[in-house]
């Protein structure tokens, strides 16, 4: 499985991210049962490099690849393209950190 670098988190999220940096990312993924192994993606280029080596049984994307997943990096290496629909939950770390900037910012009126 890949997990994006930080350069990559930090592109898409800005420069105070990530909170948690990739080496401990790939350590909570690779924990997870059905995980074979986890790698550090650089870019987009470097998933289709691992997916052509490997030929993963599976590739998760979220819904925004539904009906374009011939546009999905790897997907001719892969077995089965599975689509998830995104969750919400509450648990991202924006939501995280919007929590906590909200609750100092209330102690500090108190």
């Known amino acids: 499985?890949?997990?994006?670098?930080?350069?990559?988190?930090?592109?898409?999220?800005?420069?105070?991210?990530?909170?948690?940096?990739?080496?401990?990312?790939?350590?909570?993924?690779?924990?997870l049962r059905p995980v074979s192994f986890v790698f550090v993606m650089n870019s987009v280029a470097d998933f289709g490099l691992v997916a052509k080596i490997f030929t993963p049984d599976f590739i998760?994307?979220?819904?925004?690849?539904?009906?374009?997943?011939?546009?999905?990096?790897?997907?001719?290496?892969?077995?089965?393209?599975?689509?998830?629909q995104d969750q919400v939950d509450h648990a991202s770390t924006t939501d995280i950190i919007r929590t906590v900037v909200r609750r100092k910012s209330t102690r500090r009126l108190s």
């Open 1 to 31: 499985m890949g997990v994006d670098s930080d350069e990559l988190v930090r592109e898409a999220k800005g420069p105070s991210r990530p909170v948690v940096h990739d080496f401990h990312r790939a350590i909570m993924v690779g924990a």
């Open 60 to 84: 998760f994307k979220n819904d925004d690849f539904k009906d374009r997943e011939n546009e999905i990096v790897g997907h001719e290496y892969a077995k089965k393209i599975v689509i998830l």
